[in-house]
């Protein structure tokens, strides 16, 4: 039991960091061209003959599972179209602040769910975490429309009901590439019928742009989409929403060193918050 908890924490946190550096890479593809709702297809599109072939030996899904991957996939890529939607609206840093209050969503969730009460260690480091995560808000760009709050805050919505999606999904789990690709149809349509409606499709970028993207695609997708679901089924999707607070670390970090960006003493002190958040949640007991 300690073994499957101490992988699937490995694994949220693995996503976790591959998730943080994605979103760099991501700014650099942006520079050459590319936006927000044309990464998101192509995050659900380029991964797609990767999975086939990974996934060709195991089993095909059954309807159901059918019908629970597609959810998943339509609330993981809904989450993806609205936050990147708020940013036209409000700053990044307050969006990705909002984005990042699902954890208290999972949280509540699964308090209502089982009728009991979450635990001290729990709501502790969830309030440390959320609190470092506040400090990450660019006090000078908060300023915004109405519009955008609820976007950031839809966002966070979405991934949060992604997670308890997955939560159901591992009662009858399918194999976790056959589960990838699932979710990355449903993508590939969300994000090609907005990107369509919205003109916001295009292949016209350098290079560079295009090597940005399908490393965005591949390693979002591919490894930190099944890694993600690995740790979900094995520590539940509460344990999980926690731990994925380690994304803003590591993109705080790999933005100072990719994108020349300024570490500042709020940052700081926001990383060493949900640091002690991420502490207390791992070193919290299993009940008996």
């Known amino acids: 039991m300690r073994n499957k908890k101490l992988l699937g924490q490995l694994c949220i946190i693995g996503s976790a960091i591959i998730f943080g ?25 380029v991964p797609l003959p990767l999975l086939l072939f990974l996934g060709r030996k195991q089993a095909l899904p059954t309807k159901a599972q059918w019908k629970s991957g597609l959810l998943a996939g339509c609330l993981s890529f809904g989450c993806t179209l609205l936050l990147y939607s708020s940013y036209e609206y409000i700053s990044p840093g307050l969006a990705t602040t909002l984005h990042f209050l699902y954890p208290l969503y999972v949280t509540v969730y699964e308090a209502v769910r089982d009728r009991e009460r979450p635990g001290l260690p729990r709501l502790a480091g969830l309030a440390l975490g959320l609190l470092g995560s506040v400090l990450f808000v660019d006090l000078s760009g908060e300023g915004g429309s109405t519009l955008g709050y609820i976007l950031a805050l839809g966002s966070g919505l979405s991934y949060a009901l992604y997670i308890v999606a997955l939560s159901k999904e591992a009662a009858k789990p399918m194999p976790l590439f056959r589960l990838t690709m699932v979710v990355s149809v449903a993508g590939v349509f969300i994000c090609g019928a907005v990107g369509g409606v919205m003109g916001k499709l295009t292949a016209a970028m350098p290079l560079n742009a295009w090597v940005c993207a399908i490393a965005v695609a591949l390693l979002a997708a591919v490894v930190g989409g099944v890694l993600f679901q690995r740790g979900v089924r094995e520590i539940g999707g509460g344990n999980s929403a926690l731990l ?26 926001g990383c060493a918050l949900i640091l002690g958040g991420l502490l207390m949640v791992s070193l919290q007991k299993e009940k008996k």
């Open 21 to 45: 550096f994605t979103p760099v890479l991501a700014a650099i593809s942006y520079q050459g061209g590319n936006n927000g709702i044309n990464m998101a297809f192509l995050r659900a599109l």
């Open 244 to 269: 994925s607070l380690f994304e803003p670390i590591t993109s705080v970090i790999f933005s100072v060193w990719l994108l020349n960006d300024i570490l500042s003493l709020r940052k700081l002190m």
